[in-house]
Structures are given as structure tokens and as C-alpha cells.
């Protein structure tokens, strides 16, 4: 075998005996970060706490999460929507108001698509909770998930009281919230009145928040997308 034809061996041979081994022995690992470490109210530091490293059948120190707090909201039909129906599953939240004409739009038709992309996947939930709660009672939002082909029974349009759901997107979601008419009695426009985030957020089934995305890039979205596969990859495997 001269020079040449060894070169031309291994260029076209031996990709193909290293695609063999990985498939035949390689064991393909995926991960995804978890968010917002929970903190000890005494100590103010990190909670630490031991769990079984699989791999090595050792217990270990690792961090404690947050988990999504419980909470109870009214869907677009008028029923109560308790999030204890949410365990189990994987699901993503976003927040948004029927009177928005900027970012809401936007925010839905990208939900559209993951909706499309795990259609009648009983395992992958949508939220969307709106934060003009007062205007946007269950017939307002029934519209709403009507004008987006909302698959009921998979993404939920939500309202409730706004003591219950402020808390819940400043310190359960960790997104910015505010009403600005509480600051400023001049401000009447609804698309001035409500600022709220963008992000949409990709919770496991424990309730620990796995990812934030940009939900009016639809990049970022095709991130989500992929990034609800590797979970559900995830669970698969364990």
C-alpha cells in the first residue's frame, strides 16, 4: 500500500469503523441545567443535600432547586386549574394579556409551534397566564386560545386573582412583573400598563425550572425545542 492510497483509506475507512464503535459501544449523555438554588433561610447560603450518584451507586452532596410553588387558577372553560395536575409532566409557562398588541402575539405563535411539535404528547404541557387577570376572565381567554387553535386538555390559558398571580411570576417563575398604572394613574393603555416577561420557561417534572427562552426568537424557540426533547431523553433513560 503506498502513501497515497494509506491517506485515502484512512479518509474514507475510518470514519465509518468510529461511527460502528460509538454506535455498537458509545452511550450518548445529555444534561440540562437546573435554576434558582434554594436558599436557607438562616444561613442564607445554598441548601445543600445528599443524593445517589447512579454511576457510581455513592451518595453525594449536590444542590437543592426551587420548585414552582402550588397554586390554583381558572382556565379559559371557567374550571379550577390545579397545578398538583402538573406533576409528572413536563410543561411550559409563559405570561401574556388578550389586550396586548406588541409581544403577546408574537410570544402565542411561537408556543403554536411547540404545541405542533408534541401534539397529543400527553407528557409536554403549555401555560399561559395571563397578567390582566381582572379583564381577562375564562370567556376573554376562551377567544384567545381559539384565535391560536389551542389544544384543549394541553395548553392552558389561565386567570385568577392578581394577590396570587404576581407572587407567583416574581418569586415561583422569576420573571419580571409589573402593573405601572400601581405608579401611574396617567398611564390607561394596556400595552403601557402591563410589563411583563417575555421569557418562557421550561419547568421538569419535578417543578424545577430547566431553561429560559426568548419566546418572540424563534431560534430560542427552536432551542426549546430541542431542549424538551433532551429532557423528556432524559427521563427516558433514568
Not at 101 to 129: A, M, N
Not at 208 to 213: A, K, L, M, N
Request: hydrophobic share 35%; aromatic share 12%; charged share 25%.
Amino acid at each position: 500500500m503506498n502513501k497515497k492510497t494509506g491517506i485515502l483509506f484512512l479518509v474514507l475507512i475510518l470514519p465509518v469503523f468510529i461511527y460502528l464503535g460509538l454506535k455498537t459501544f458509545g452511550t450518548n449523555h445529555f444534561s440540562l441545567p437546573r435554576y434558582i438554588p434554594a436558599i436557607d433561610s438562616t444561613t442564607r447560603e445554598i441548601k445543600m443535600a445528599k443524593r445517589l450518584n447512579p454511576r457510581w451507586n455513592e451518595a453525594e452532596m449536590d444542590t437543592v432547586f426551587q420548585t414552582i410553588p402550588s397554586f390554583n387558577l381558572t382556565d379559559e372553560t371557567g374550571k379550577t386549574f390545579d397545578s398538583n395536575s402538573l406533576k409528572g409532566k413536563i410543561y411550559v409557562t409563559s405570561f401574556f394579556f388578550t389586550r396586548c398588541g406588541t409581544i403577546c402575539p408574537k410570544i402565542s405563535s411561537q408556543l403554536s409551534r411547540v404545541q405542533d411539535t408534541f401534539h397529543q404528547d400527553p407528557e409536554v404541557q403549555l401555560l399561559s397566564i395571563s397578567v390582566d387577570p381582572k379583564f381577562d376572565q375564562p370567556e376573554k381567554l376562551a377567544l384567545y386560545a381559539k384565535r391560536f387553535d389551542a389544544n384543549k386538555g394541553q395548553w392552558h390559558f389561565l386567570t385568577g386573582e392578581k394577590k396570587v398571580i404576581y407572587p407567583l411570576v416574581l418569586k415561583g417563575f422569576h420573571v419580571p412583573l409589573a402593573d405601572a398604572s400601581e405608579y401611574d394613574a396617567a398611564i390607561k393603555h394596556p400595552d403601557e400598563t402591563f410589563i411583563h416577561s417575555e421569557r418562557l420557561i421550561l419547568v421538569d417534572k419535578e417543578g424545577v425550572i430547566r431553561g429560559f427562552y426568548d419566546g418572540t426568537d424563534k431560534k430560542e424557540v427552536d432551542r426549546l425545542l430541542v431542549e424538551i426533547k433532551v429532557l423528556k431523553n432524559i427521563y427516558t433513560n433514568e
